[in-house]
């Protein structure tokens, strides 16, 4: 039981950090959305959204 609280507890907060690394690519860079929502192209959509979450994690670390 305690694993099953614990990978809802993970997928609820991976799904949020997901969630506000797109809502933040939609503001600051809403071009490469539209053209990747445009063309069916979604790679360099996934490629800016891994970035946002990596500088967002390494802010995180530096500050701990």
Do not use: D, H
Not at 5 to 16: K, Q, T
């Amino acid at each position: 039981m305690r694993l099953q609280r614990l990978s809802v507890s993970l997928f609820a907060c991976v799904s949020i950090a997901l969630a506000g690394a797109t809502i933040w690519l939609f503001l600051t860079n809403p071009v490469t959305v539209a053209n990747a929502v445009n063309e069916g192209e979604i790679s360099p959509l996934v490629r800016n959204l891994a970035q946002v979450l990596y500088q967002a994690l390494s802010g995180i670390l530096k500050y701990l």
